[in-house]
């Protein structure tokens, strides 16, 4: 057996974390081995979905013309083609991209490090009593390989929260706790405890969360893993509380294929756009040179911003699993994605630079500035138009549409065969779950495109901003 060690290098004076990798024998079984394949590069892989998905889009664009026809009787030509763009042939291009890419994406082994760095965990608290234990269990139940400091932020909470923390810190010579006397929001929370950080990876964590095992490891190892402008690594989310609500059981399909397919995708090439707050881990310097979390609805996608616009990468862990509480109901549904998409307006409020980044990750930049249109098009347009097609009047929904659904069952199919093949090398398997998946594929996005075009209305009006749910 033979062993290749070697440092992780660094490209600026901003002295990331280190640690020396060591790569195992071919002949190895486990997770860790390396597997033979054909390589395609990045930008060859990105070539092929641009030019595949443009050909399916050239397709739609000839299929479109007798719809387009009759739609122009009734609205004239601009308007027609505009809602054909918007219904039609955006989304079909974007699924079809997402579905070559998803086809070409193979995800690299885990590459054992000889030693493991150092890890602090910030886990920004505010009445949290009912979760605050398990989740300070399930980092205990981790067994990281490397020095760890977990520091629990009570955020001014009314409850025991603080109480039960301490409680806790007898048992875990790790645990911290800060408690702050008056809520001031997450972002100050997390900012609060940066300067107490002792190293240089720092993660965040979800006070009602549960960690699954050897998450920490996961998302540290694809880290260093990573190329060396990586400077975040988001792990994957998934609905710890699947069977509470018919809503839960849409969203776990939701954060199951829909979320996390595209941060496979996004990571691909080069750069997943969100270092979620619920599970991510950072490089503690470049956190402290963009000044920490800011102080807005959307802190974890206008940070993985600011981090992308110094020209750094976001990886994405797919098996550092993270199990958290969703929304319950319907209104803490629409809470937490109105300020999603509040979040997003925000990042391009903050960092209109990012657009001229010369990457690949960039793309997805460009592709954030059409989802207000499409969720315009959708809400205003699509819905009514489905409520004609109803009653006869195929105006607006017409046949071209039809086109869409061997796209969509595509996409599903992918998407739930990636998921499922990830989950059974973690030791999981899929729950049965149909009436979520119903709700899933025909009635979530008559509730998640008009609540997210509130959210981008919202802050385009500078409207008051509430947190709400997570």
């Keep these: 057996m033979y062993q290749v060690s070697e440092d992780r290098e660094q490209d600026d004076g901003l002295a990331p974390a280190t640690a020396t990798v060591v790569r195992l024998p071919s002949q190895s079984t486990d997770r860790y081995s390396p597997r033979k394949r054909v390589y395609l590069s990045i930008r060859l892989k990105f070539s092929i979905a641009i030019t ?17 026809d009759s739609l122009t009787i009734h609205i004239g030509p601009a308007l ?40 602090t965990i910030l ?81 965040t964590v979800d006070a009602d969360s549960w960690l699954f095992h ?5 998302i540290v190892e694809r880290y260093f893993q990573d190329p060396k402008t990586t400077r975040a690594v988001a792990g994957a989310v998934m609905v710890r509380n699947s069977r509470a609500s018919w809503m839960t059981r849409a969203q776990e399909w939701d954060y199951f294929q829909g979320i996390s397919a595209i941060k496979r995708v ?32 959307g802190e974890d996608i206008v940070l993985s911003w600011s981090i992308l616009k110094q020209g750094y990468r976001i990886g994405h862990c797919e098996d550092a699993l993270l199990f958290t509480n969703a929304p319950t109901t319907l209104k803490q549904f629409a809470s937490q994605r109105k300020r999603w998409s509040r979040g997003m307006i925000e990042a391009f409020k903050k960092h209109p630079g990012i657009l001229l980044n010369p990457s690949l990750s960039t793309t997805f930049v460009y592709w954030n500035l059409f989802f207000p249109f499409l ?19 195929f105006w607006i929904v017409g046949p071209i549409t039809l086109v869409l659904i061997p796209m969509a069952m595509a996409m599903n199919y992918f998407m739930y065969r990636i998921g499922c093949k990830m989950f059974r090398e973690n030791g999981l398997k899929v729950r049965f779950n149909p009436s ?28 008051r901003k509430t947190w709400g749910t997570k």
């Excluded at 950072?282 to 807005?296: M, R």
């Design 52 to 68: 595949l998905a443009s050909a399916w889009m050239l397709m739609s664009l000839l299929l479109a013309q007798p719809w387009a």
């Design 80 to 119: 027609a083609w505009t809602i054909i763009t918007g219904i039609a042939l955006i989304p079909g291009f974007m699924n079809a991209f997402l579905l070559v890419s998803l086809a070409l994406d193979k995800r690299p082994a885990h590459t054992r490090l000889d030693q493991y760095p150092g890890l």
């Design 123 to 203: 886990v920004a608290a505010y009445n949290e009593e009912a979760t605050i234990v398990g989740t300070i269990e399930s980092i205990a139940r981790q067994h990281y390989p490397g020095p760890l400091e977990v520091i629990v932020v009570n955020d001014g909470s009314r409850d025991s929260t603080a109480a039960l923390v301490q409680q806790e810190l007898p048992k875990y010579p790790w645990l911290k706790l800060l408690d702050l006397k008056k809520n001031a929001g997450k972002a100050n929370a997390l900012n609060v405890a940066l300067d107490s950080v002792s190293y240089k990876l720092v993660a």
């Design 214 to 218: 050897d998450a920490l490891t996961n």
């Design 266 to 297: 996004q990571s691909l090439y080069q750069g997943t756009m969100v270092a979620q707050g619920a599970f991510s881990v950072y490089d503690t310097a470049t956190l402290k040179k963009i000044g920490g979390w800011p102080d807005c609805v």
């Design 375 to 393: 969720d315009l098009i959708f809400t205003l347009v699509f819905v009514p138009g489905v409520v004609l097609a109803l009653f006869g009047y």
């Design 436 to 463: 979520g998946f119903f709700i899933y594929t025909l009635f979530y996005s008559l509730i998640m495109q008009p609540v997210s075009l509130m959210g981008y209305v919202a802050e385009l009006l500078n409207l």
